[in-house]
């Protein structure tokens, strides 16, 4: 295990964006403590040193946000597009299921599993023009942009995807498979 400098703990304090109080306050230290062992001016405790580098840790992997992982753009359809659309967007880019998109807002979800239920129950044959109205789903839960990983992480246990928008308007959309990508 490497002992980090004073300077390294410096740096990956001002990189993540925290002040030397903020520090302190995590790693339940004095703020001139912090300050202290940054200048090289103590030689701290090793439980002291185990802390602070703990808090900068929490505070590296929380630095990761949904705007870190969302992708764009979106494959999406409107309430008003027919299912086949849905079916086709589905099957081009290997998806089971969309947002449904309206004007920039989400207002719900179609799946595979929506109009396979749909077609066991014979309300969707081929000869019939449905819209994704007609089968659309409750959509995604929404988060912003700046929402940590780990909020993330624990709504999709629950989810197949989650929509990250800004002021209401969709900007992009982590599904479980990019939660995997973080650990490959």
Do not use: W, Y
């Not at 390294?8 to 306050?25: I, N, P, W, Y």
């Not at 580098?53 to 870190?68: F, G, H, M, W, Y």
């Amino acid at each position: 295990m490497d002992i980090p400098t004073p300077a390294e703990l410096r740096e990956k304090r001002t990189h993540l964006g925290l002040k030397q109080a903020d520090v302190a306050r995590m790693a339940g230290i004095s703020q001139s403590m912090v300050a202290r062992i940054e200048a090289g001016s103590v030689d701290p405790r090793v439980s002291t040193l185990i802390k602070i580098v703990n808090v900068l840790k929490t505070a590296e992997n929380s630095a990761i946000t949904a705007a870190d992982l969302m992708h764009t753009p979106v494959q999406s359809v409107s309430p008003a597009e027919p299912i086949s659309l849905a079916v086709e967007i589905m099957g081009k880019n290997g998806i089971s299921q969309l947002p449904v998109i309206e004007d920039g807002v989400p207002v719900g979800c179609i799946s595979e599993s929506a109009i396979i239920n749909a077609m066991e129950e014979g309300g969707l044959q081929k000869t019939q023009n449905h819209s994704v109205r007609d089968f659309m789903e409750p959509g995604f839960p929404t988060v912003p942009p700046s929402m940590p990983i780990e909020t993330v992480v624990h709504i999709l246990q629950q989810n197949h995807a989650v929509i990250v928008a800004d002021k209401g308007k969709v900007q992009g959309v982590i599904t479980k498979h990019d939660l995997i990508s973080l650990i490959v």
